[in-house]
């Protein structure tokens, strides 16, 4: 019939996106319930078809539309129709055993039908959000790539195989209350040691990663360290040779020798007071930032740049000494940033990039500008994949929204402003 067409479509949805959850807008989400419970119920009562093959398809393009990520879209959908046959299963056992009610006399009866749906819709966002919740818990720290997504979408295909195999077994037995009850009772078993599994491998790759990030801190924390004893080694040699700079340049004066010393001057003292002071500003500019981790990545990557070429501006007007964000996070929020501007930046002649850390009342917002060779396209640069230095790059960019998108006290936004792309973000108290 029409509204469980649309109910068990709706659920699919809703629980597709409440694995997984993104900011996909409500109005976009009722659209494709509409349309994909029309297409259900088409499909189903003229056509004869099982109205699943089409929906299927159906909703993995539309959150494809949404992410532009294969592997996600795929799993969390496959997931999402895992999760309601277990719920169905779970509501059928549930009405046998309150009110010795069979699954053929329920599907005899409109209203014990549609309440059957709808309890068995309710108990499946209940379970995805359950779900949501414990791989926020056990993956936030953890970069999820794509090949995680391809094994996961793999084992959650073969998964469904197993369930749909039980239930044909199931079907041809009458869907005997005894069946429905060992399958649903069997769905569950290998859900729960399916998560269990999947949840070993998370803490697993939780640790490594934290692992790695720990010792990614340490470097970046002695290459500090290192750039400090360099600046101070500049500066001991320049006191060093500032008896033998003032001598020569003292000979050049006596002797009235104005054109050599205009040509000693500008070959000898101009470029060591560059580098010197080019050392000293990076450094001295990071005085007011107190987050030891922050330090650490911004010097390391203003060296890279420097040694690329790129002249990095830092701007910290008032000490900032914490940021209401998870520190790996945020490590990993501005080394992309940072990456891609200085990346961009070393192709230029004058390649130039600012960051800035600026106070406000109930907020932190820092800002990375770096210098353009042609306007970028605001829209498509975060989509995973996108890149306009060729295939197998664009990741970084989707990698950072996905981030942001974990935070309620976070709003990022990007802009191009005369001839420069200029990120923004801004962390609330």
């Known amino acids: 019939m029409v509204l469980t067409s649309y109910l068990q479509y709706a659920s699919l949805i809703l629980v597709s996106n409440l694995v997984d959850p993104k900011k996909i807008t409500w109005i976009k989400l009722a659209f494709m319930i509409a349309l994909g419970g029309t297409v259900g119920y088409t499909v189903g009562k003229y056509l004869q078809f099982n109205a699943i093959f089409i929906e299927l398809p159906l909703i993995v393009g539309f959150f494809f539309f949404q992410t532009r990520e294969v592997w996600n879209s795929l799993m969390r959908v496959l997931s999402a129709y895992i999760i309601l046959i277990i719920s169905d299963h779970i509501t059928s056992a549930f009405f046998y055993l309150l009110g010795d009610i069979t699954l053929s006399e329920t599907n005899a009866h409109t209203m014990l039908t549609i309440v059957q749906v709808i309890i068995s819709s309710i108990v499946g966002l209940l379970i995805a959000l359950l779900v949501s919740r414990l791989l926020n818990h056990f993956a936030r720290k953890i970069e999820i790539n794509q090949n995680y997504m391809k094994y996961g979408s793999i084992l959650t295909f073969l998964t469904l195989v197993y369930y749909y195999i039980s239930i044909s077994f199931s079907q041809r037995a009458g869907n005997s209350p005894a069946m429905i009850m060992f399958n649903a009772i069997s769905f569950i078993v290998y859900f729960i040691a399916i998560s269990f599994i999947l949840v070993i491998v998370i803490i697993s790759a939780r640790r490594a990663a934290e692992v790695r990030s720990e010792k990614e801190r340490h470097e970046r924390l002695q290459l500090y360290s290192e750039s400090l004893e360099n600046m101070n080694m500049e500066i001991r040699k320049f006191k060093h040779d500032y008896l033998n700079i003032l001598s020569t340049m003292s000979s050049y004066i006596n002797d009235g020798n104005l054109d050599d010393l205009r ?156 001839g420069s792309y200029i990120q923004e973000i801004e962390i609330f108290n």
């Open 263 to 418: 040509a000693y001057f500008l070959a000898k003292i101009i470029p060591t007071k560059d580098i010197l002071l080019e050392s000293n500003n990076t450094i001295d500019n990071l005085k007011n930032l107190a987050v030891v981790e922050l330090k650490g990545i911004i010097s390391y990557k203003a060296i890279q740049a420097q040694q690329q070429g790129v002249k990095i501006i830092i701007e910290i007007p008032e000490v900032v000494e914490y940021l209401n964000m998870d520190e790996i996070d945020m490590c990993r929020s501005l080394g992309i940033i940072l990456d891609n501007a200085i990346e961009e930046a070393a192709l230029q002649t004058q390649g130039q990039v600012n960051i800035g850390f600026f106070k406000k009342e109930h907020s932190i917002l820092i800002v990375v500008m770096n210098t353009c060779r042609e306007p970028v396209n605001i829209h498509k640069i975060s989509i995973g994949g996108y890149s306009t230095k060729g295939s197998g790059r664009g990741l970084g960019l989707n990698n950072f929204k996905e981030i942001m998108e974990k935070y309620e006290n976070i709003i990022s936004s990007s802009e191009m402003r005369a």
